[in-house]
């Protein structure tokens, strides 16, 4: 951009907010005493010089790479053989994932179909612990049941007793009045 008044000093002055052109004299320094350094702010700033570093023309890769099954080839070579490597090793690698992906696929189907199976035993095994809640109650009122059938037969055999004492009372009773009438 040209500048349109032709001084570069004016310019100065203007962006240094320095109105006066007489304050050459003046030490060189501004309202807010910094030093003008007009040769400073003219000068041309260009960026260090940087050395260009060719691509390397083969490819190398680090230990990682090189433990990979099967890639241990592409090391020490140029690029463009290894890219085609890749791509040549690319297409076997998908061809050998096809089936592996099929077999996979049916293994998850064959899992869904386990997991329904485990889900409806759960349901089951659910309902056989409620049956068995169930079932211990029903054991706790049989042997209730049990101990009242017991006592029954204690009373009962008590009153059989019972009466066979008082079977006796009355045959002892009858031969007495029977030697009484004699």
């Known amino acids: 951009m040209e500048n349109p008044n032709g001084n570069p000093d004016k310019d100065v002055d ?3 907010d320095d109105n006066d052109e007489d304050d050459d004299d003046v030490d060189d320094r501004n309202k807010d005493g910094w030093e003008v350094d007009d040769e400073w702010l003219m000068a041309l700033v260009t960026p260090p010089s940087m050395h260009v570093v060719p691509p390397p023309s083969t490819f190398e890769v680090g230990e990682p790479f090189t433990a990979a099954p099967g890639l241990p080839f592409l090391v020490g070579r140029p690029l463009p053989e290894v890219v ?11 061809g050998d994932i096809r089936p592996r992906v099929t ?5 998850v189907g064959v899992l869904a179909s386990q997991q329904e199976q485990v889900d409806g035993l759960r349901k089951d095994v659910d309902g056989l612990l409620g049956l068995k809640g169930r079932v211990q ?3 706790s009122t049989v042997q209730e049941i049990r ?10 055999s008590a009153r059989e007793s019972d009466q066979s004492v008082l079977a006796l009372y009355m ?3 009858g031969e007495g009045l029977a030697m009484v009438e004699l």
């Open 14 to 16: 203007m962006l240094m």
């Open 84 to 94: 085609s490597s890749v791509a040549v090793h690319h297409e076997e690698i998908k």
């Open 147 to 156: 101990k009242e059938n017991q006592k029954l037969r204690d009373l009962l």
């Open 137 to 139: 109650t029903l054991e």
């Open 171 to 173: 045959l002892g009773l």
């Open 103 to 107: 077999t996979l696929d049916g293994q």
